[in-house]
C-alpha cells in the first residue's frame, strides 16, 4: 500500500464536508473586495481626491494599520488599492486557511475520526495530503474570487495582470499560513492550541510587517519577515513584480515538509510538545456554567480586545486630518456623513460605528459557540450531572454579554485616545466611552436573536450571521448604495444616536429602551426554547 492510497477519496469527502464552508469564505471575499473597491470608486472620484489621500500615506498609524505606501508621490486609484485593501483581503484568506487546516488535521485526531481511518487502507499521508489538497483549492477559490471582484468593478487602473497578481497573492499568503497550522498541529494535542498558535504566528506577521513598514513606508528588511509582505511587495497596480510570490510558494512547500517530517515524530493523537499538566483541583469559578465559558471564550476575547484597541486608537488619530481631507476631498463627507459643524466629533462617531462591528461579531460568536459544546456532547454531560439547563444556557449567555460589554468600552476608549493624541484634548476619551456605551442595546439585540434562534431552532443560526451582514452593509455601503430608509431601519446601529455630535432626545431614549426589551424577550424565549427542545435536535 502506498503511502498516499486512499488521498483522492479523502479529498472528496473533506471537500463534501466544507463546501458550504469555502463557498462561504469564497462569497464573502469576492464581494466584500467588489464592494470595498467600488466604495473606494464612489469616495474618490477625481484624481486630486486620490492625490490628497495619497498625501496622509506618511503617518505611521496609516502604514502600520494598511501597508506600504508604493508610488505615493504620484497616487493613483490602483496605488490606492495595492496600499490599502490588499492587507485584509490577505488577513482573509490567513484566517481562513487556519481554521480550515486545524479542522483537518488536529481536529481530526482530537476527535478520534483519523484513528478510525487508519484502521482502514489508508495511507500514512493520505490524510495529510488530503487536508492540504482541501486547504489549496480554497485558497485558490479565494484567490480567483478576488480577481473577479476587482474586474468587476472594471476601473481603468486595475489592470487584468494586476488583478491576476493580487489574486495569486491572495492564494499564495493564504497557503502560507495553512502550512503553519499544519506545523503546529504536531506540536500540540489540542485543537485550541494549535489554533492559538497559527492565529500568533499570524498576528505577528502582521506586527512585524506593519513596524517594518513604519521604518520605511515602501518596506523595509524588517518587513520581508512576514508574510504579507512577500505579497504586497508584487507591487500590483503600480510597479508588478511576480518574483515575490516564489519566497510564498517556497516557504509553504517548506513548512508542509517539515509538518510531514514532524508527523513521523510523534505518535497519534499526540503532540510533540507534550500537554502541561493542570492543577490537581479545578478553580471554583470553573464549576458554574458562566466561570465555564469565561474560561473557553477568554482567548478570543483577548485577542479581539487588543485587535480592536489598536485599531480604534489608529483610526481615531487620523481625526487631525480631518480638515485637509474634506478640503481636498469633499466627497468623502459623503461616505463617512460629515454634515455638521463639529467636524471632530462627527468624525470621531463614524469611526466608533466602524469599530462596532468587533463586539457585533464576538456577542454572535459567543452564543453560538453553544451549539459547538452542544453538538461535541459536553453540554448533554452538563445536563445529565444535574445542571439545569436553563442555568447552563443563562449562565454562559451571560458571561458572553459582560465580555461584549468589556470589548464595547474598549474600543470607545481606543477610539477616544486616538482623537486625543491627533488633538490633544484628554476628553475624548470619556465621552467617546459613553457614546460606545450607547451602542449595548443594539448589540445585546443582535446577540439575544442568535439566542433565540439557538433555543427555538439551531439549524436557523445562520439567520444571526445574515443579519451580521446586513448591518455591516447598511453601515458600510448604507448611503453609497442609496438603501431606501426601510432597508436600513432593519439595522440596529441606524437607531443608535451618533453620539457625542448628535443630541440625544425622547426618540433616542424610547429607541434604547424598546431595544434593551426586544433584547430581554428574545434572550428569554430562547432559554425557554432550550429547556423544551431535545439536545443536538435540529
Same mark, same amino acid.
Given at each position: 500500500m502506498s503511502p498516499f492510497t486512499g488521498t483522492g477519496a479523502l479529498l472528496r469527502l473533506n471537500l463534501r464536508l466544507d463546501r458550504t464552508r469555502i463557498l462561504i469564505w469564497t462569497l464573502a471575499v469576492g464581494?466584500?473586495?467588489?464592494?470595498?473597491?467600488?466604495?473606494?470608486?464612489?469616495? %474618490?472620484?477625481? $484624481?486630486?481626491?486620490?492625490?490628497?489621500?495619497?498625501? *496622509?500615506?506618511?503617518?505611521?498609524?496609516?502604514?502600520m494599520m494598511t501597508g506600504p505606501a508604493f508610488a505615493a508621490d504620484d497616487y493613483t486609484f490602483g496605488a490606492m488599492v495595492a496600499n490599502e485593501l490588499s492587507l485584509y483581503v490577505f488577513l482573509a484568506a490567513g484566517i481562513m486557511a487556519i481554521l480550515l487546516s486545524v479542522r483537518h488535521t488536529r481536529a481530526e485526531e482530537e476527535s478520534g475520526r483519523l484513528e478510525m481511518l487508519r484502521a482502514r487502507p489508508v495511507g500514512r499521508f493520505a490524510p495529510s495530503a488530503a487536508a492540504a489538497a482541501t486547504v489549496a483549492f480554497a485558497c485558490v477559490l479565494v484567490g480567483a474570487a478576488t480577481t473577479v471582484g476587482l474586474l468587476g468593478v472594471g476601473h481603468e487602473d486595475l489592470d487584468v495582470a494586476g488583478c491576476l497578481a493580487m489574486g495569486a497573492g491572495t492564494a499564495l499568503t493564504g497557503l502560507v499560513f495553512a502550512a503553519v497550522a499544519t506545523v503546529a498541529a504536531q506540536l500540540t494535542e489540542h485543537v485550541r492550541s494549535a489554533t492559538g498558535m497559527a492565529m500568533g504566528v499570524l #498576528?505577528?506577521?502582521?506586527?512585524?510587517?506593519?513596524?517594518?513598514?513604519? +521604518?520605511? $513606508?515602501?518596506g523595509s528588511w524588517l518587513s520581508w519577515f512576514s508574510p504579507f509582505a512577500w505579497a504586497q511587495q508584487t507591487r500590483v497596480f503600480v510597479d508588478l513584480r511576480w518574483w515575490p510570490l516564489a519566497v510564498s510558494l517556497s516557504v509553504a512547500l517548506g513548512a508542509f515538509a517539515l509538518a510531514a517530517a514532524l508527523a513521523h515524530r510523534r505518535d497519534l493523537g499526540a503532540g510533540l510538545r507534550p500537554a502541561p499538566r493542570g492543577p490537581a483541583t479545578a478553580a471554583g469559578t470553573l464549576r458554574s456554567p458562566a466561570g465555564l465559558? #469565561?474560561?473557553?471564550?477568554?482567548?478570543?476575547? +483577548?485577542?479581539?480586545?487588543?485587535?480592536? %484597541? %489598536?485599531?480604534?486608537v489608529a483610526m481615531g488619530s487620523l481625526a487631525n486630518s480631518l480638515d485637509g481631507m474634506l478640503e481636498e476631498n469633499p466627497a468623502l463627507a459623503e461616505w463617512i456623513a460629515v454634515e455638521g459643524t463639529d467636524l471632530t466629533a462627527e468624525f470621531a462617531g463614524v469611526i466608533l460605528s466602524f469599530v462596532m462591528i468587533a463586539p457585533l461579531v464576538i456577542g454572535v460568536s459567543g452564543v453560538l459557540t453553544l451549539k459547538t459544546e452542544e453538538s461535541s456532547g459536553r453540554s448533554e454531560l452538563l445536563v445529565v450531572s444535574g445542571r439545569a439547563r436553563a442555568s447552563h444556557v443563562g449562565g454562559w449567555s451571560a458571561t458572553v454579554a459582560v465580555q461584549l460589554a468589556v470589548l464595547t468600552l474598549i474600543g470607545g476608549a481606543g477610539v477616544g485616545l486616538g482623537v486625543w493624541a491627533g488633538t490633544g484634548e484628554g476628553r475624548w476619551i470619556g465621552e467617546m466611552t459613553v457614546a460606545a456605551a450607547a451602542y449595548l442595546p443594539a448589540l445585546l439585540l443582535v446577540a439575544a436573536l442568535a439566542m433565540a434562534l439557538f433555543g427555538l431552532l439551531p439549524r436557523l443560526?445562520?439567520?444571526?450571521? +445574515?443579519?451580521?451582514?446586513?448591518? #455591516?452593509?447598511?453601515? %458600510?455601503?448604507?448611503?453609497?448604495?442609496?438603501?431606501?430608509?426601510?432597508?436600513?431601519? *432593519?439595522? $440596529?446601529f441606524t437607531h443608535v444616536p451618533a453620539l457625542p455630535a448628535q443630541a440625544v432626545g425622547v426618540a433616542e431614549t424610547a429607541s434604547w429602551v424598546a431595544m434593551t426589551g426586544i433584547a430581554a424577550a428574545l434572550a428569554a424565549v430562547? +432559554? *425557554?426554547?432550550?429547556?423544551?427542545?431535545?439536545?443536538q435536535s435540529r
Open positions: 464581494l466584500g473586495v467588489y464592494g470595498s473597491v467600488y466604495s473606494l470608486v464612489e469616495a %474618490f472620484p477625481t $484624481p486630486e481626491s486620490i492625490r490628497a489621500r495619497g498625501a *496622509l500615506l506618511n503617518n505611521p498609524a496609516t502604514l #498576528a505577528s506577521a502582521y506586527l512585524v510587517r506593519g513596524i517594518g513598514d513604519v +521604518i520605511h $513606508p515602501t465559558a #469565561a474560561r473557553l471564550l477568554r482567548g478570543s476575547i +483577548i485577542a479581539w480586545a487588543l485587535g480592536v %484597541f %489598536f485599531f480604534a443560526t445562520v439567520l444571526a450571521w +445574515i443579519a451580521v451582514v446586513w448591518i #455591516a452593509l447598511a453601515l %458600510f455601503l448604507g448611503e453609497l448604495l442609496q438603501l431606501p430608509d426601510w432597508a436600513l431601519d *432593519l439595522s $440596529p430562547g +432559554i *425557554l426554547g432550550y429547556r423544551r427542545r431535545d439536545i
